[in-house]
């Protein structure tokens, strides 16, 4: 018994010691060597035999790229002598790419917090710029690209930020990146695929939130979790997981519940994959010892956009609803028959059919929350909120290899988007925030984007909070001269609190709990007009905040809980934005 104590104890001290090392050796200036990393994103399959492709690699496609959905398609396949029938309702390929360690975070009353994070390694520049990370195959497999790494733009911004993809910033001098290709086009959104690279993004590239996902309905997701080690708690071997919450997954293979599933170990890269079924928001997060690791920072959010935002322009949304989505057994509302001789609606059915005939065609650039097939859920602006909460004392405790107490966790500061007023409003210059000079000198928040960034131990900056919560409308902006309509996306991954948003002076209209539309079985819309939400953690709500007819001015997205006013002893911001009309 003792010799086989003394081996453990040797090997678990070898072990550590050779962590110890990679956490130098990755924070030094050169690439370094990976584990067994691997990137994932076919570009067709059986559901999506078409490949999009993009003529210009430079600019990433959007959703717009996507052909438009004119009801379920039928077709056959022969596979080993075995005819397959698939419905094949349009969509295509979306691949992203992150990291699983940890990083740091800087709270609004100037605290640097130590986190367990995702981190992104793929859409590099359109997270930074606060957009969804996600992207067509044909731009994911267009690898990474540049003669430096990310995260390595100098402070004073010199003339190499543009090819660096813009993903952080550091006092350090520009890393060159090894696998840069000369004769390929320069690539800041790709995957980034070389496994000496994926280590040397990946270690300290955690944000709060997470990597912003987001694709549409019918879409197929691949995205690959690379586990690149925690830097700052070399004694840690955590596995990681992505789970994502409330989503209807096919398959519990893919659900990230580790005693239902499996997990990645460090070094190690897995590809989750999912079909997109049901429209509205939903989250995910990290699924190992869930109280530890959704408090220390391991969330993110999600959301699926309806089929209906495809539709040809001059469709009738009623049509698609009672007719096309009808063709389709995933979408299609059936009616059961009772014993009695009776007919029941469908229960089960994710989005009823309207009740009434609204007469609402689709114009081309409209977007819905859902397939409502009235156009009540058309909204212009996508704001995407994350509610969450940081105990300072359990993060210190994470940071210090001393023993977490779960039973005193108590969050100290209140979060949208990783962030606490006035961070939440992220303009530099503004009244009460980051002043010009001051944003100038240490880079942060960046100037175009608002992205807030925090110096690591490796004394490098990296933008960790890429997120504000500004929300700016134009009272006149709509389409005929209307208000614009933002439709707040909000998603609490909270593990300690309950919390509330109110607003005054602009009501919210609730459309849909939990990514489901807010509709009775009789096809009535059951949306609710009010000043405040409340919602708990592992909940989210889809709210529309229309401008038509408020007058210009600044008004508070804010909770009316006064103790989450404020960031930690300073009895100042807390969990409130502004919302901007103009």
């Known amino acids: 018994m003792a010799a086989r104590k003394t081996f453990f104890r040797f090997c678990l001290f070898t072990a550590v010691l050779c962590l110890a090392g990679l956490s130098a050796r990755a924070q030094s200036p050169t690439a370094q060597a990976g584990g067994s990393f691997m990137v994932q994103c076919p570009g067709t399959s059986p559901l999506h035999p078409t490949a999009i492709s993009n003529s210009n690699l430079s600019v990433p496609l959007t959703e717009a790229a996507e052909p438009a959905y004119q009801g379920p398609v039928v077709t056959q396949e022969t596979v080993g002598g075995v005819a397959l029938t698939y419905t094949l309702n349009g969509g295509t390929i979306k691949c992203q790419e992150i990291s699983g ?31 969804p990370g996600t992207l067509f195959a044909a731009d994911f497999n267009n690898h990474y690209n540049s003669p430096t790494l990310p995260s390595v733009c ?4 010199p003339s190499n930020c543009a090819s660096a993809g813009a993903a952080g910033i550091s006092s350090n001098s520009a890393i060159s990146d090894p696998t840069y290709d000369a004769s390929r086009p320069i690539s800041l959104n790709g995957a980034i695929a070389d496994p000496a690279t994926i280590m040397t993004v990946g270690v300290l590239n955690g944000n709060i939130p997470a990597p912003l996902i987001a ?30 919450h409330g989503y209807p997954n096919a398959s519990s293979y893919y659900d990230g519940v580790p005693d239902a599933t499996w997990a990645i170990n460090i070094g190690g890269s897995a590809t989750y994959y999912y079909l997109a079924p049901d429209a509205g928001t ?13 408090q220390m920072g391991m969330v993110g959010q999600l959301y699926v956009r309806p089929r209906q935002n495809r539709l040809p322009a001059g469709a009738s949304l009623y049509t698609a609803a009672t007719t096309w989505y009808q063709q389709d057994l995933r979408t299609a509302c059936l009616n059961t028959g009772n014993s009695n001789g009776t007919i029941s609606p469908d229960i089960l059915c994710s989005t009823p059919q309207p009740a009434i005939n609204t ?9 819905y929350a ?60 503004y009244a009460g925030g980051p002043s010009t000079s001051a944003a100038s000198a240490a880079g942060s928040p ?25 929300i700016t409308l134009d009272s006149h ?9 933002a439709l707040l996306r909000i998603a609490d991954l909270d593990v300690t609190e309950y919390q509330t948003l109110a607003s005054l002076g602009m009501p919210m209209q609730l459309v849909g709990f939990n990514a489901k539309l807010l509709r009775d079985q009789a096809g009535n819309n059951l949306y609710i007009t009010t000043n405040s939400i409340t919602l708990g953690g592992g909940e989210s709500l889809d709210v529309i905040l229309d401008s038509t007819g408020i007058p210009p001015g600044t008004y508070f997205l804010y909770t009316p809980n006064l103790d989450h006013l404020s960031n930690d002893a300073e009895n100042f911001g807390g969990l409130m934005t502004e919302v901007v009309v103009k």
């Open 101 to 131: 360690g940890d990083g740091y975070a800087t709270m609004a009353d100037g605290n640097q917090m130590f986190m367990f994070s995702f981190g992104p390694l793929s859409g590099l520049d359109l997270i930074k710029n606060g957009q």
């Open 154 to 157: 100098g402070r004073a911004a």
């Open 215 to 244: 694709f549409d309905e019918d879409d197929e997701f691949f995205l690959t979790l690379s586990n690149v080690g925690m830097i700052m708690r070399p004694d840690l071997f955590e596995e990681h997981t992505v789970h994502f």
């Open 282 to 294: 939903y989250f995910w997060h990290c699924h190992i010892t869930p109280p530890e690791h959704l």
């Open 359 to 367: 007469a609402f065609n689709h114009v081309a650039g409209y977007k």
């Open 370 to 429: 859902y397939n409502d097939g009235d156009g009540s859920t058309r909204y212009d602006i996508d704001v995407p909120i994350q509610i969450h909460g940081f105990d300072p004392n359990f993060h210190f405790v994470g940071m210090t290899f001393n023993p977490e107490g779960f039973a005193d966790m108590k969050d100290k500061y209140f979060l949208l988007n990783g962030r606490s007023y006035p961070d939440t409003v992220g303009i530099v210059g």
């Open 446 to 470: 960046d100037a175009a984007s608002g992205a807030i960034g925090t110096e690591d131990s490796d004394g490098r900056t990296r933008f960790s909070q890429p997120l504000p919560t500004l």
């Open 477 to 485: 902006g709509g389409p005929g001269g209307t208000g614009q309509r």
